[in-house]
């Protein structure tokens, strides 16, 4: 049975700590060691730390700490999505300040105060006025032909609405929406 990952485009110290309280509250694996500002593993480490990991459904990180273009973080999803044993059923493209980056268009967004927006929104979780992501390891993942693209604020901060103390309540439910349109 293929496993099944969600790729969450960021890897920083708050990020990791809030994708690990994320993964504790649903239940699923989460790839600490694929965080890092940018992600240090390459992808078939990666890749071999998911196939090993207990659980079908998993979450790693990505992140390119602000590089526009093809960076470590992009080359990681890129490899994961090439693997015939994992099944990439989503993504949460997090928003950044990185103007100089491609930006991408999300399937729906989800906002600081946890409402989904057909628009994009901002590093804070506030919606914009497009249908745009503009993040530093988003750049791939339409091409890529992964489904269920989240776009949604920086993890674990938001002006505080998701934050640890909080209990990452943003990030939670955008996972779980990634969950639900696959039944998982």
Do not use: W
Request: with cysteine; charged share 30%; hydrophobic share 35%.
């Amino acid at each position: 049975m293929k496993k099944k990952v969600i790729i969450v485009t960021d890897g920083d110290k708050v990020a990791k700590s809030c994708v690990e309280k994320a993964a504790e509250k649903l239940n699923l694996r989460c790839i600490s060691s694929s965080a890092g500002n940018p992600t240090e593993l390459e992808g078939k480490e990666i890749k071999d730390l998911v196939m090993e990991s207990e659980g079908l459904t998993v979450l790693v990180m990505v992140d390119d700490r602000g590089r526009a273009g093809q960076g470590k973080g992009e080359r990681v999803t890129e490899y994961l999505v090439n693997q015939e044993d994992i099944e990439i059923i989503g993504a949460l493209a997090v928003a950044s300040n990185s103007p100089a980056v491609e930006p991408i268009n999300p399937d729906k967004s989800i906002t600081l105060t946890g409402d989904f927006v057909s628009h994009g929104v901002d590093k804070d979780g506030v919606e914009v006025s497009d249908n745009k992501i503009y993040g530093d390891t988003v750049e791939n993942l339409e091409s890529l032909g992964i489904d269920n693209i989240i776009g949604i604020g920086d993890i674990g901060k938001m002006c505080g609405k998701d934050s640890i103390a909080e209990g990452v309540p943003v990030t939670i439910k955008a996972i779980e929406e990634i969950l639900k349109i696959n039944g998982v």
